[in-house]
Every structure is written in structure tokens, then in C-alpha cells.
């Protein structure tokens, strides 16, 4: 119970805090969108570009790590992708998009701040290795199939869509960041102490108020949609793609403790809001998206209580 009260609680009531002030119309929508902007296009980029500057490259990218969580990630994909097209009768595009959101993970906002509240600070290195490439290649592989789900019979080129997805990918205020970090770390430059200092300034706020704007995010999403669809995103999400990560990191990749606390957390976080964002661009499958995200992520704090228990 310790572990729900001084792990798990914390990050969720700082997400509550921010629904319940959007509830109460003292965080309106106007508010909500500016604190998110800054999180997500200031202060989480320059988090990442200070977390990839400084990471242990050589010891960070552990084949077993990455690929146990992304093995269950596409897994994960491919169960949605099948469920909503096969059993639900989806439409390709709404399947695309239901995929996504078994696909991508809340591993920033939910998965940072959870494994170092259980871990502490030092057990990071896995979670920012997974980050490193969740997003290019996560929003990669949603765009690329998305584009051919909608230029099924419109003749589009391959060139073109590879521009459209490489524009969309390297747009990211998040891509930018790592993109910056990676640029640092491999020239062996060292800046200033003065320029850590204002990137430590910058990348403290990143998390709280991530997790607050998240809050006020969430409370525009009302569960709506088909709610079977919703449960299978949820399970997706929450059991199957942590599941397959933890047995192919125990059984397979004998994954090191910290590898696998990284990969077994990052892997049971709700989907993250871009799994909506991805949806409103496409405009398929909103509602369904929208709904899963606020539910997993409720789901989620007694989810992530059990896998803390499976984990040494």
C-alpha cells in the first residue's frame, strides 16, 4: 500500500489538481493550452536535450531493453490495429488511429516521474534511452501508415509521402530537443555553467507543470465513443504491452533490474494525449481516442501499483 500512497498518488494527484481546477472554471481552456504549449514545446524539449546531452550513451541503449519494450509496443499495435478492423468493422483510417493509441505510450509525462519516485534518479538512463526514439519512430510508423491508409487508390508517390513524414516528424518541438542533445553529446562539447544552469531552471518545470496542464487536458474528454473499443485500448495499453515487455525482459533478453524497471513502467502508462493529437490531426476515431486516454489513465494507477509489485 506504501507504494500507491508514496509512489503512484503523488504524480496523480498533481493531474487531479489540475481537473479539478478546469472543473471548477479556474483553469479554462485558454489556460490549459498555454500551460500544455510550454510543456510540451519549451520546457519538456529542453528536459530532453539536457537528458541526452548528459546520457551514458555506451550503456544506455541496451539491445534487450529497447527492444523488449518495443517488441510489446508493436504488438500492442497490431492487437488494436486487427481488433478495431476485424472484429469492430472500423474503417482503415479509424483503425490506423485506434492502433496509435495502443502503440504510444504515456512515457514522459506518467513514465518519468513514476520510476524515479520508485527509483529514484539514477534508474532514468533506460526511461530516456526508450524516450530517445519513441517519438520519431512511433509517430513515424503512425504517419506512414495513416498517409497509406488515405492514399489507398489516390495514386500518392512514395517520394511525397516521405517528405510529408519526415516534415511532420522533425517539426516536433519534441524531435528537436532530442535531435539537440544527441548533437551535444556526440561533439564532446561542454557549455558553460552558466547555460546548465538556465537549462536545470527550465527543465524542473517540465514535469509539473506537464502533469498539471495534463489534468485540465483530461477533463475536456468525456467518455464517449464505443465502449468496447475503449476496453481493448485500455487492455492493450495497461496489461498486454507491459506483459509481453516484462517476459521478453525476464525470459528472453535477461534484461539487468534497471533495464527491466524502465521498460515494464515505460510500457504500463496509459496512452499519452498524442494518441488524441494523432487522431484530431487525421480527424478519425476522436472520440474513441479521447475517451481511452482519460480512462487508462485513471485505469492506470491501479495498473501500475501491480506491475511495481511484479518488478524486484
Not at 519494450?69 to 500492442?76: H, L, P
Not at 532530442?178 to 556526440?186: D, M
Request: net charge positive.
Amino acid at each position: 500500500m506504501s507504494v500507491l500512497f508514496d509512489v503512484i498518488m503523488p504524480v496523480f494527484l498533481v493531474i487531479g489538481f489540475g481537473y479539478a481546477m478546469a472543473r471548477q472554471g479556474l483553469f479554462n481552456d485558454s489556460a490549459v493550452d498555454g500551460v500544455m504549449r510550454f510543456a510540451q514545446n519549451f520546457a519538456v524539449p529542453v528536459l530532453l536535450f539536457r537528458s541526452i546531452a548528459r546520457l551514458d550513451l555506451s550503456s544506455a541503449y541496451e539491445p534487450g531493453l529497447m527492444l523488449s519494450f518495443y517488441i510489446g509496443a508493436f504488438a500492442a499495435f497490431g492487437f488494436g490495429f486487427a481488433g478495431a478492423r476485424l472484429a469492430f468493422r472500423r474503417p482503415l483510417t479509424d483503425s490506423v488511429a485506434i492502433g496509435f493509441a495502443c502503440l504510444f505510450s504515456n512515457s514522459l509525462l506518467l513514465g518519468l516521474p513514476i520510476t524515479e519516485r520508485a527509483y529514484g534518479p539514477e534508474a532514468l538512463a533506460g526511461n530516456y534511452a526508450i524516450i530517445s526514439v519513441h517519438a520519431p519512430m512511433l509517430y513515424g510508423v503512425g504517419i506512414a501508415l495513416m498517409e497509406w491508409a488515405k492514399a489507398s487508390g489516390q495514386g500518392l508517390t512514395l517520394g511525397a509521402l516521405l517528405r510529408q513524414i519526415l516534415r511532420a516528424i522533425f517539426s516536433q518541438p519534441l524531435v528537436i530537443g532530442i535531435v539537440a542533445g544527441f548533437a551535444v553529446n556526440f561533439s564532446g562539447l561542454e557549455p558553460p555553467g552558466f547555460f546548465w544552469s538556465a537549462v536545470d531552471l527550465m527543465a524542473r518545470s517540465a514535469i509539473p507543470a506537464a502533469l498539471f496542464g495534463l489534468g485540465g487536458v483530461l477533463f475536456r474528454y468525456r467518455p464517449e465513443g464505443d465502449k468496447v473499443t475503449i476496453a481493448m485500448i485500455c487492455l492493450a495499453s495497461l496489461v498486454l504491452h507491459p506483459a509481453i515487455t516484462w517476459l521478453l525482459g525476464t525470459k528472453v533478453f535477461s534484461n539487468d533490474t534497471d533495464a527491466l524497471r524502465s521498460s515494464v513502467l515505460t510500457a504500463a502508462q496509459a496512452p499519452g494525449v498524442n494518441a488524441y493529437m494523432f487522431a484530431h490531426l487525421y480527424g478519425v476515431a476522436r472520440r474513441v481516442n479521447a475517451s481511452a486516454v482519460l480512462i487508462a489513465t485513471a485505469l492506470s494507477m491501479l495498473t501500475i501499483w501491480g506491475w511495481l509489485h511484479v518488478l524486484p
